[in-house]
Nanobody, 123 residues
Framework: EVQLVEVGGGLVQAGGSLRPSCAVSGFTFNDYAIGWFRQAPGKEREGVSC????????TYTDSAKGRFTISSDNAKTVVYLQMNSLKPEDTAVYYC????????????????WGQGTQVTVSS
């Protein structure tokens, strides 16, 4: 059974940090790219960052560049999203998702999704 389980969201003040993680099981970790997406109330789900555990290649959207860092622990099959200098506009439910082969931003291309973890940034 494929599972992606996010933990590590929470409530933080603006300027603070959080590091949610995504524990993956049920498929070969190196065969998939793992992306982080987020969805704020009333808004569409959007990409944040993505990593290919096979080669360590990472990519970020403009909203994450310079503040967020994605990493993976291939032995534990866990992907982390270190989020620094958080802003109120980062408030959203954060999801991790798995895509066969490579990072991409098309949400429909991701086969497996976690249940999400809430991140709330207060001003």
């Amino acid at each position: 059974e494929v599972q992606l389980v996010e933990v590590g969201g929470g409530l933080v003040q603006a300027g603070g940090s959080l590091r949610p993680s995504c524990a993956v099981s049920g498929f070969t970790f190196n065969d998939y790219a793992i992306g982080w997406f987020r969805q704020a109330p009333g808004k569409e789900r959007e990409g944040v960052s993505c990593i290919s555990p096979r080669d360590g290649k990472t990519t970020y959207t403009d909203s994450a560049k310079g503040r967020f860092t994605i990493s993976s622990d291939n032995a534990k099959t866990v992907v982390y999203l270190q989020m620094n200098s958080l802003k109120p506009e980062d408030t959203a439910v954060y999801y991790c998702a798995a895509n066969w082969d490579q990072c991409r931003w098309e949400i429909d291309e991701y086969e497996y999704w976690g249940q999400g973890t809430q991140v709330t940034v207060s001003s």
